[in-house]
């Protein structure tokens, strides 16, 4: 027996791997809701339009309704014979309403239907995510005042560099939070245009009224080419983007968790709460929920690679290779939203080790530029000279196994007669981080002010909201 929504031209039954390939149930039920609503929008549109009758409209939101509470108390039968969350609630809205059931899809399509479904799914994930970047956003800045003043290494290419401070450190994260924040607002942008009524791929003779149903679904306005309506996938693309560079951002943060907790450097300590066990070694504290933030970062951008080689070769308009566009993305979705809060969790958690931050701070000679800069500002020396100078210095001290600030006056002067004991005053890694005033610099007061305007913009958001 053929499909009986859709098998009028067939007289034998599908294969039973057909069946099984073909079936999208098990993957596009998460979808009901937005089917619903839109199913609702497009159903008050055809009585607006005098295409069905007020009371076949009344009928069908009222069964619709049914069908949403059904499905919410877990009472509603998904039949995998249906193939798909539109069959299925049609279906099931026959049972209840009868005939006028069959109403409902008068100058529509699956296809144009399951673009809508799907660009309202993603709108309220974008609308998720981007709630839970700005309370990662907030537990950074937190910390980052809390800790303006706590100095630590900086580092490039993992060798101590100069020293910056924390709360620094924590702010080039909300930074990057930011940026992601934006992008997945320029996708919710682009998305925000509505396929229905584009039907199959060419419109509808109907009389319908596109800008009603676009308005009553929030969406800003009803795409303009009916091919294009049915066969886009860019907003998944693009919000699959943003999700894999915030995703590869929280695993760099991740990965710094983990090097910073090892006890061979012993940075920062995280509690039982985002830390697990050993089944052998009973000393044991793994920072196991950054180490999953970093792997869950291989979903998301496999997630996006995964629907770009979909949909690389696709003619217009609609393909079923489309139907391999909800799996993956919902994985990823719900990876990075995972990923996000254990972010969250772990940066209100972690506690700064600050005497050893301190320590490591100034090991590595990591005051090095500031003596070449004192030697530029104090004896008006080319840079490149003073370069060459503080290497020899620096040369001396790992000599003699000294810290650049412990070398003797004198043995400064055997490279550079010039230098005098002022030059003592800026090679603490305190005076280094405070003498770094320029905007966007690790100074204290530069952390402090940065942190704080973020609290004001991060409360504004909430408070408008």
Known sequence: MSNKMWGGRFGESPDAIMEEINVSIDVDQHLYAQ??????????????????????????????????????????????????????????????????????????????????????????????????????????????????????????????????????????????????????????????????????????????DRHATASALGFDRPMANSLDAVSDRDFVLETLSASAIAAVHLSRFAEEIVIWTSPLVGLVRLSDKFTTGSSIMPQKRNPDAAELVRAKTGRVIGSLTALLIVMKGLPLAYQKDMQEDKEGAMEAFAALSLAIRAMTGMTLDLVPEEARMKVAAGEGYATATDLADWLVRTLKMPFRDAHHVTGRIVGKAAEQGLALHKVPLSEMQAVEPKITASVMDVLSVQASVESRTSYGGTAPANVRAQAKEWLKRLEKEQNSG
């Open 35 to 208: 089917d619903i609503a839109a199913s609702k929008a497009h159903a008050a549109m055809l009585a607006a339009q005098g295409i069905i009758t007020a009371n076949d409209a009344k009928n069908i939101t009222g069964g619709l309704d049914t069908i949403l509470s059904e499905i919410g108390k877990g009472s509603f039968s998904f039949k995998r014979a249906l193939e798909d969350i539109h069959m299925n609630v049609e279906s099931r809205l026959g049972e209840l309403i009868g005939p006028a059931a069959g109403r409902l899809h008068t100058a529509r399509s699956r296809n144009d239907q399951v673009a809508t479904d799907f660009r309202l799914y993603v709108r309220d994930v974008i609308d998720d995510i981007d709630r839970a970047l700005a309370a990662f956003q907030r537990a950074l800045v937190d910390r980052a005042i809390e800790h303006a003043d706590t100095v630590m290494p900086g580092f490039t290419h993992l060798q101590t560099a100069q020293p910056v401070t924390f709360g620094h450190h924590l702010l080039a994260y909300t930074e990057m939070a930011s940026r992601d924040r934006g992008r997945f607002a320029d996708a919710r942008k682009r998305l925000n245009e509505s396929p229905l009524g584009a039907a199959a791929l060419a419109g509808t003779s109907f009389p319908i």
